[in-house]
């Protein structure tokens, strides 16, 4: 292995694990029976929502994704 596939995996391997933490640290989208019965409440309450740490780790979330995938695919190619 050459250095530069030895940088690209060592970045792929913390590009997957930063995937693996941020979707573990997301809650869950469904708040089981309460959020089905205040389900119209949701929607005026989120105006907020964009703020939160969840909706950062949300967008954070494609971003590492896309990183891992083109990581891989450049390091098949390599």
Do not use: E, H, R, Y
Not at 18 to 32: C, E, N, P
Not at 51 to 64: G, M
Request: hydrophobic share 60%.
């Amino acid at each position: 292995m050459s250095t530069l596939q030895i940088i690209l995996a060592i970045f792929q391997l913390l590009s997957g694990l930063a995937v693996t933490v941020i979707v573990l640290m997301q809650s869950g989208k469904s708040a089981g029976l309460s959020g089905a019965i205040s389900g119209g409440a949701d929607n005026f309450l989120s105006k907020g929502k964009a703020k939160t740490w969840d909706a950062k780790l949300a967008k954070l979330t494609p971003v590492f994704a896309l990183v891992f995938v083109v990581l891989t695919f450049v390091l098949n190619i390599i």
